[in-house]
């Protein structure tokens, strides 16, 4: 498997609180993605970066932000919480991020009271 | 633009029986397409990806697809299903020159024994 971790696994907080989940690789992959998995939704990208320092906006990045400072790690932060953002967040990794395989990592609950 | 549609949110089969998840893309130019499978509480494996060449891509247990340009479709089938396939499955579109995947909204298998 690859080696991809996510913390916290599970997070309830309450709305307008910020939260900033944390994805970790040690795969020493380019590319970084965060989605957001919601029912009726399939997964949809929020943000994605192409290398230390270098993120992009995806289709979802509304009341989202990122940074990566290092290769490996990816850091999504929820400014002020609302109850939309109740979801769950995967992480994965890509080494070349066009028909390479992502690999995922195994997610974070997170619910928005 | 790329985008995906997945026929049916919910398929059921019975045990030993064929499995067919059905995919459609829309795409100006030649897509990546990908099967990625997901088990409960876990993150996306890929099953299987179509990238060029022939186009009948056979994947991990048993799986494989068939990439249609021109009816625009990339079905999922198994010839019998086991218990163990019972999962959410997610059909994913990528083009030359992006970096991100557009996911489709799934499709539960469910297997009746």
């Known amino acids: 498997d690859a080696g991809i971790t996510q913390s916290p696994r599970h997070k309830v907080t309450e709305t307008g609180t910020p939260v900033t989940l944390r994805c970790h690789q040690t795969?020493?992959?380019?590319?970084m993605y965060w989605y957001r998995q919601d029912p009726g939704h399939g997964l949809r990208l929020i943000h994605y970066?192409?290398?230390?320092?270098?993120?992009d906006k995806g289709e979802v990045s509304d009341g989202y932000s990122v940074s990566r400072s290092k290769t490996e790690d990816f850091l999504l932060t929820l400014e002020s919480a609302t109850s939309s953002q109740t979801s769950v967040y995967f992480c994965?990794?890509?080494?070349?991020?066009?028909?390479?395989?992502?690999?995922f990592g195994p997610g974070t609950r997170l619910t928005v009271l | 633009a790329q985008s995906v549609t997945q026929l049916g949110s919910h398929v059921s089969v019975s045990e030993g029986a064929l499995v067919l998840l059905r995919c459609n893309y829309s795409?100006?130019?030649?897509?990546?397409l990908f099967w990625y499978v997901q088990y409960p509480n876990q993150g996306l494996q890929l099953l299987l990806k179509?990238?060029?060449?022939?186009?009948l891509v056979k994947g991990i247990n048993g799986f494989e697809a068939e990439f249609k340009k021109s009816e625009t479709s990339f079905h999922l089938t198994k010839p019998s299903a086991h218990m163990s396939d019972a999962a959410e499955y997610f059909c994913?579109?990528?083009?030359?020159?992006?970096?991100?995947?557009?996911f489709g909204t799934g499709t539960r298998l469910t297997i009746i024994p």
């Open positions: 970066s192409y290398g230390v320092k270098d993120t």
């Open positions: 795409s100006s130019v030649p897509p990546y």
């Open positions: 795969e020493n992959h380019r590319y």
């Open positions: 994965a990794i890509s080494e070349q991020g066009r028909v390479n395989e992502q690999f």
């Open positions: 994913a579109v990528n083009i030359f020159g992006n970096e991100k995947l557009t």
């Open positions: 179509y990238t060029t060449g022939a186009t």
